[in-house]
């Protein structure tokens, strides 16, 4: 079974609007973390925010926080206000204490903002 | 703070070729190593990781090997390239107790774009 999925192949968004970009995942372990990254065309991995299992409260990082369900298995990245510079990949990945601490990303949405 | 560099930048080989991909790393010591593989609009897909010197873990059975020579250094190598082995190479570090690591995250290299002809 896939660990971290991402259904949105891609998503449009019109600028200054705020989009979100689902993400589940799948584990037993009670210690893993969840990131978001943003990959543009240039290629670059950019880390954007991490959420803690045990963490009480979202996580959040300037325009980009993280609605974390536990009890659904979902981490949503949410982006207020986007902007053009917002365009590009954004994949999803997990860390599993169990498993080494490696992480293990999702197959990505792209992510089109529209002026 | 910790920077990865990268090379080459991009590089086209023949089907048969060896591979050399050098990856090094600035600004930390001990860090945990990892090299990706990005087939082109996918995700990635973890090769081998190396928490020290000479010591590898890989993830994948294929005809790609590394080797971590120094602290601050990850070889990524093949003797024969496949055209499965195009995409786009990336290095990553990470690991507990790296400054300005909240929860193991990962900073990554440029990357190399690999296209085996």
């Known amino acids: 079974a896939q660990k971290i999925t991402q259904t949105q192949p891609g998503m449009f968004v019109q600028e200054k609007e705020a989009v979100t970009l689902d993400c589940t995942y799948d584990t037993s372990d009670p210690s893993y973390g969840l990131f978001w990254y943003k990959q543009p065309s240039s290629g670059e991995m950019i880390f954007l925010i991490y959420?803690?299992?045990?963490?009480?409260q979202n996580a959040t990082e300037g325009r980009y926080s993280l609605n974390f369900q536990k009890a659904r298995k979902s981490a949503n990245l949410v982006i207020s206000a986007s902007q053009l510079g917002d365009s590009a990949m954004y994949f999803c990945?997990?860390?599993?204490?169990?498993?080494?601490?490696?992480?293990?990303f999702g197959a990505g949405t792209i992510l089109r903002v529209k002026s | 703070s910790q920077t990865i560099h990268q090379w080459p930048a991009t590089l086209v080989q023949p089907v048969g070729s060896p591979l050399s991909l050098e990856c090094t790393v600035e600004g930390t010591s001990n860090p945990n190593l990892y090299w990706y593989r990005q087939a082109a609009g996918r995700g990635l897909q973890l090769l081998f990781y190396s928490v020290g010197i000479g010591q590898i873990s890989s993830e994948v059975p294929q005809n790609l090997s590394a080797s971590r020579p120094q602290d601050r250094q990850f070889i990524l190598s093949s003797k024969k390239l496949l055209l499965s082995d195009s995409g786009f190479y990336l290095c990553a570090l990470g690991g507990w107790g790296l400054k300005g690591l909240a929860g193991y995250e990962q900073y990554f290299g440029p990357g190399t774009r690999l296209t085996v002809t």
């Open positions: 959420q803690g299992s045990y963490d009480q």
């Open positions: 990945a997990m860390r599993e204490e169990e498993y080494g601490n490696k992480l293990v």
